[in-house]
């Protein structure tokens, strides 16, 4: 039988987050679901946690083979990290954007659309970031899933910010993503937020809720 065990992101587990990561964008399943690309979601929405922020990320490894089952990257202070997207890795995208890096498609262009609409429509629910200034992103390989490895990648990322004396934290999820919701309550997160999204519109038949839960550290 498989075991896991977990250990600090290192620079050269880079490429196996950034493949995970892609791999389990839709709802745990691959990205390409919904992008043409998978390189313009983890240049856009990866980047930022393995080149800016890495010592707050974590890795779950098979302990036999030593493969890289799945990550939990984090971030101590969101408002720094919208400042470093805006300044830095935006940009840097759009840059490769520019110069034909991305193989762009119908896919894209429609997501890039329902994106945008959600946006306009504010159906993201808004957290208080004095209150719970970090976040956090997590994802394991299908493989690897239940055996256990979300609840220590969590049970690290929260010992780490307790120490650095981080005051709360926050994450995003949706209602269907099951697992992900029952491992958030289950270590003690609470929902602080939840708005119906039309982000999924003609992708997925059930309706869906994004969710925003949070767990206060001090105090
Ligand atoms: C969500 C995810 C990170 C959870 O990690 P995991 O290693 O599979 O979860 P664990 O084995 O640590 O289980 C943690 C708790 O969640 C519950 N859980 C795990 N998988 C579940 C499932 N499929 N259905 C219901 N509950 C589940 C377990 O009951 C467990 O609680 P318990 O220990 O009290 O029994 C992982 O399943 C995953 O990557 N899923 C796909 C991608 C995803 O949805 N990521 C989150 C995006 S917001």
Redesign the pocket.
Known sequence: MKTLTVRPYQPSDCEAVHRIAAD?AF??APIERYLDDRRLFTDYFYAYYTDYEPEHSWV?VDSETGEVA?FLTGCVDTQRKEEVQRRQVTPAVLRRLLRGHYRLGIKTFRYLNRLFWSDRRREWPEVDLSSHPAHL??????A???????????QCYLSQLRELGVPGVH????DQ????C??YE??GFQLLGERPTRVWEGIIAEPVRYRVYGMILVG
């Open positions: 389990t709802f745990g779950a799945g992103h997590i994802n394991l390989c299908e690897y899933r239940g055996m256990g490895a979300g609840r220590m990648l969590m994450l995003g999820t949706t993503n099951k697992a992900a029952r491992l289950k270590t």
